[in-house]
């Protein structure tokens, strides 16, 4: 078995206490306490109690502190996955949206998130799922917006002529607009 790790000359466990005492990240805090176990001669294991962890988190903690400092310690956001869509494809997505399906290529006459995901496909061979594309869209600057269908044959103008216009059912009485006794 190797020898272990050594922590940085810099810092001692006085002052990886204090700095444990004014850090706002509590997970920052635990480690800072477990590696000034560390610095005061502890042993790993004792450290790794200290921040309820085993022994290879205590090493990739030393690890971090000795290449970034304290900072190293901080809690970070996990990056996610890298997106499917580079630069270029997503300024030909965005085109052909500016532009608009053509009805007898396409066979569409509005663009729907599940067409742009076909088109995606055919154009660059990428498989995308309805919530991915809908944060691409969303990315660049597009909303979803639907509109409400209406029949093609549909007349405005026939609408108006068959709307009901009943008067209200609740009127007020002719006793009520007269001045009442005194």
């Known amino acids: 078995m190797g020898a272990a790790i050594g922590l940085r000359e810099d810092f001692g466990s006085v002052r990886m206490r204090a700095l444990a005492r ?5 997970g920052q805090a ?9 610095y005061d001669g502890g042993r790993r294991t ?3 109690k200290v921040g309820s962890v085993g ?4 090493r990739d903690w030393v690890l971090r502190f000795n290449a970034r400092g304290p ?13 499917k869509l580079n630069d270029d494809q997503r300024q030909a997505l965005k085109g052909i ?30 498989s995308l799922s309805e919530p ?5 869209m969303k990315a660049l600057g597009y909303r979803k917006l639907s ?21 209200p059912s609740w009127r007020r009485s002719g006793r009520a607009s007269q001045p009442g006794p005194r």
């Not at 991915?132 to 691409?136: V, Y």
């Not at 044959?153 to 009901?164: D, L, P, R, S, Y």
């Open 22 to 26: 004014t850090v706002k990240d509590a």
């Open 30 to 38: 635990r480690r800072l306490l477990a590696l000034a176990v560390i």
């Open 46 to 48: 004792e450290a790794a």
């Open 55 to 58: 022994l290879q988190i205590i």
């Open 71 to 83: 900072d190293g310690l901080i809690t970070g956001k996990a990056s996610g996955n890298p997106s």
């Open 97 to 126: 949206v500016e532009r608009g399906p053509i009805p007898a290529i396409h066979g569409v006459v509005r663009w729907r998130l599940i067409d742009l995901m076909q088109w995606v496909w055919e154009e660059f061979g990428i």
């Open 132 to 136: 991915t594309m809908s944060r691409e």
């Open 147 to 167: 509109a409400r269908p209406r029949h093609y044959g549909q007349n405005e103008f026939a609408i108006e002529a068959f709307k009901k216009t009943s008067p």
